[in-house]
């Protein structure tokens, strides 16, 4: 698996941080199950900009939201965590063991 899907000998685990890829953006996720070696579930987390922060700088806030909807995602062979039902070939996936906030202001 490839060091931009999964930090390097990371196995997914409860609590652990997982971030949504979309293009450039990401979203911050935490790992709430893990159901397999090749399944797991997640919740996003909110961001919000850091006090202070300039326009386009990259601070976040990051916090857990214990409601919001779980979202079962699968490790395809292709090697990208993709959420169940889409196209391992989407343009969304998980990058597992780390949780960020990226918002690309440049579209």
Not at 91 to 104: K, L, N
Request: hydrophobic fraction near 30%; include cysteine; charge should be neutral.
């Amino acid at each position: 698996m490839g060091v931009w899907l999964s930090k390097e000998g990371v196995s997914p685990e409860v609590g652990m941080g997982a971030t949504e890829v979309f293009w450039s953006d990401k979203r911050p996720c935490t790992i709430v199950e893990v159901c397999s070696d090749r399944c797991i579930i997640v919740r996003r987390c909110s961001a919000s900009k850091a006090p202070n922060s300039e326009p386009y700088d990259q601070q976040w806030d990051i916090k857990e939201v214990p409601d919001n909807p779980h979202i079962k995602v699968t490790l395809r062979n292709n090697g990208k965590w993709v959420v169940v039902g889409k196209s391992k070939d989407a343009g969304s996936y998980f990058y597992i063991g780390e949780r960020r906030m990226y918002y690309d202001y440049s579209f």
